[in-house]
């Protein structure tokens, strides 16, 4: 698997990655079994998948906890650990960045990890009031004394992202982006390539609108766009199919063909609740697109 470098940090990964908010995230989704859990890392981990996604907010710790099970058994080099605070049980789960909660808050992490250092740690989200350069010089202390690897911000504006790189100490941002959710491409991309930072999307695939399986009669699931975008959505869908067919590919598969030949995307991170579903992402790794069918894709979704 082709490999990318994060930021300007020392880490290197692949550029697929697991999204783990179903392993352990029992609080964000219903009837999520552990044991699946454990059976999603360690499929991922056994096809070469390297970068594992995670955050406390995920089971309020316990998908750290499983993924910190599962690495036991693997050779931890060759895994990059990334996970994600801010959320404060003291103050009703509010963000919180103040510099001595990060530090609590990698600490609590690499126990729950059971290991001795983090690849890529992120804010999760960012709070009202503390000053985003001090936030980000506490998690620099962190990297320079080797508990941290990587510094990473998530759900930050763009100016919240410019105020944290002040110093360049951001190696890479996670956001909500997808082909049916394109403004980051206006001002974020330009921003983080010109200042060599890494960029992750969460949600690639719109939550399965991405994937192919919904129809026209499911717009009441989706009502953040019209029922012109819907429409759109599900008509360039056929379209996005046809390509998948000449692939022998899934429509999944064929929209994960998409990200992994953007440059401007690091590492997509699709989520799995079952190991077929990692397999199946996996592959999306044998899906070779054409320049022309690249640009057909881009073109398609162009309006969003």
């Known amino acids: ?9 020392s880490v290197t990964s692949t550029k697929l ?4 908010n179903k392993v352990g995230g029992h609080n964000l989704f219903q009837n999520l079994q552990d044991q699946d859990g454990y059976d999603v890392v360690k499929t991922a981990l056994d096809a070469g998948v390297q970068l594992l996604d995670t955050a406390y907010m995920y089971g309020l ?15 931890r080099e060759k895994i990059v650990i990334a996970t994600k605070a801010a959320q404060d049980s ?16 990698v600490d609590e992490a690499l126990k729950r990890l059971k290991t001795d250092y983090i690849d890529i740690f992120y804010i999760h989200f960012p709070d009202a009031k503390t000053p985003k350069a001090e936030a980000i010089a506490a998690l620099t202390d962190l990297k320079k004394a080797g508990k941290i690897r990587a510094v990473g911000v998530s759900n930050f504006s763009l100016e919240q992202i410019k105020e944290a ?17 394109r403004q980051a491409e ?4 330009p921003y983080l390539k010109e200042n060599k930072i890494t960029f992750v999307p969460y949600f690639p695939l719109a939550a399965g609108l991405l994937t192919g399986k919904y129809q026209l009669s499911d717009a009441a699931k989706f009502d953040k766009f019209t029922s012109a975008q819907f429409k759109q959505i ?13 692939h022998e590919a899934t429509v999944a598969q064929t929209i994960l063909a998409w990200y992994l030949a953007d440059p401007a ?5 699709p989520g799995a609740r079952k190991p077929a579903q990692v397999r199946s992402n996996v592959q999306a790794l044998s899906v070779k697109l054409t320049s022309a069918e690249y640009q057909q894709i881009d073109q398609l979704f162009k309006d969003f």
Do not use: C, W
């Not at 698997?1 to 300007?8: A, D, F, L, P, Q």
């Not at 206006?186 to 991309?189: R, T, V």
């Not at 995307?265 to 991170?269: H, L, N």
């Open 1 to 9: 698997m082709t490999k990318i470098n994060i930021g300007s940090s």
């Open 17 to 20: 990655g697991l999204g783990t």
């Open 61 to 75: 710790g316990r998908s750290e906890e499983i993924i910190g099970d599962v690495i036991q058994d693997y050779n």
């Open 90 to 105: 003291q103050q009703d789960m509010k963000p919180n960045n103040q510099p001595a909660f990060l530090k609590k808050a």
């Open 165 to 181: 790189n002040q110093d360049g100490g951001v190696d890479i941002v996670e956001d909500n982006y997808s082909l049916v959710h």
């Open 186 to 189: 206006k001002k974020l991309f």
């Open 234 to 246: 599900i008509e360039n869908i056929e379209k996005v199919k046809e390509i998948a067919v000449k």
């Open 265 to 269: 995307i690091g590492i997509v991170i």
